[in-house]
């Protein structure tokens, strides 16, 4: 197993210390970079922030891809 498997993980739940345990979290986008994205996860309880994640270009673009795959062709009409 490589490490790279685990790059794209995103977080369920993550240790609060305000709240004083693990609990649910939401990722929100913080910043918009031409190279990355960064995105902070807060917990759902308190709204505190726990933790932060940072997405590379390539995983963006097959983040992108993905989504039109799902969607199915785009048909255009001039």
């Given at each position: 197993?490589?490490?790279?498997?685990?790059?794209?993980?995103?977080?369920?739940?993550l240790y609060c210390k305000q709240c004083?345990?693990?609990?649910?979290?939401?990722?929100?986008?913080?910043?918009?970079?031409?190279?990355?994205?960064?995105?902070?996860?807060?917990?759902?309880?308190?709204?505190?922030?726990?933790?932060?994640?940072?997405?590379?270009?390539?995983?963006?673009?097959?983040?992108?891809?993905?989504?039109?795959?799902?969607?199915?062709?785009?048909?255009?009409?001039?």
């Amino acid at each position: 197993m490589s490490a790279r498997q685990f790059d794209n993980f995103r977080a369920a739940s993550l240790y609060c210390k305000q709240c004083g345990q693990a609990n649910p979290v939401r990722e929100r986008l913080l910043l918009v970079l031409p190279d990355r994205e960064l995105h902070e996860y807060r917990c759902t309880v308190c709204g505190e922030a726990v933790g932060t994640r940072e997405v590379s270009a390539p995983e963006q673009v097959m983040r992108r891809e993905a989504a039109q795959a799902r969607k199915g062709p785009q048909v255009r009409i001039l």
